[in-house]
């Protein structure tokens, strides 16, 4: 199925540093989403963005819908050791009665103390 | 957020018996249920899409007397895994739209299945 082109595939960092993440797509999408997903869990939403250009806050999570509404970024600020595990980003056109969402194919991070 | 609770959260059963798998929004109504399988290090496959009082929706490749749908309720959708195969073994996990003004999608806890 289709998919969304996220990057980087995966991250290493110190604990304390910044991470950035993003999703492109070459469709236009009306929601972009971004969850998380613990092992052995499923994903957790942490931030939806519903309007092109949306600059939204979730704590130290903040994401950003594309003007093009083709792109999304999520940084997390100031690392800590419970920020491990995979990031998805997914798009979603909830029009008429399908709400299918298009996943990126995520960002494993890894958080060294 | 919304809760989608799925049940079992771990099951383990011999090649050739079913398995039931549950997916319940415990405070909101889902017209729309999408169930998922997920690979080791990789992202969500979508399988189908149930819909409540309907026939569910099967993504191609995904054989639907093989993996059973029933939405019976608006808070409940179920997925049957028939004549399971230790290549059925994986990660499944089942999501439901909060439909409004702004929809999003909220996750169950997914059902590890091992077929042995």
């Known amino acids: 199925g289709q998919q969304l082109n996220q990057s980087p595939q995966s991250m290493f960092i110190q604990e304390g540093e910044d991470v950035s993440m993003n999703c492109t797509s070459s469709s236009i999408f009306n929601t972009w989403l971004w969850y998380k997903q613990d092992p052995g869990e499923g994903p957790v939403l942490l931030i939806a963005?519903?309007?092109?250009?949306e600059l939204t806050s979730n704590g130290r999570l903040t994401a950003q819908f594309g003007i093009t509404r083709k792109d999304s970024f999520l940084n997390i600020s100031a690392s800590i050791p419970s920020d491990v595990g995979i990031y998805f980003c997914?798009?979603?056109?909830?029009?008429?009665?399908?709400?299918?969402?298009?996943f990126g194919k995520g960002t494993l991070l890894t958080v060294n103390p | 957020g919304a809760v989608v609770s799925q049940h079992p959260s771990r099951v383990i059963c011999k090649s050739g018996t079913s398995v039931k798998i549950e997916c319940r929004s415990l405070d909101f109504q889902a017209t729309t249920m999408f169930w998922y399988r997920q690979f080791p290090k990789q992202s969500l496959m979508l399988m189908a899409t149930s819909n409540e009082g309907s026939k569910a929706t099967y993504e191609q490749g995904v054989e639907k007397d093989k993996f059973l749908i029933n939405h019976a309720s608006l808070t409940l959708s179920t997925l049957t895994v028939t004549s399971a195969h230790p290549e059925d073994s994986s990660f499944y996990i089942c999501?439901?739209?909060?439909?409004?003004?702004?929809?999003?999608?909220?996750f169950g806890q997914g059902t590890r299945l091992t077929v042995v």
């Open positions: 997914a798009g979603l056109n909830s029009g008429g009665s399908n709400y299918k969402l298009t």
């Open positions: 999501s439901a739209s909060l439909v409004g003004v702004n929809t999003e999608a909220f």
């Open positions: 963005l519903y309007k092109a250009g």
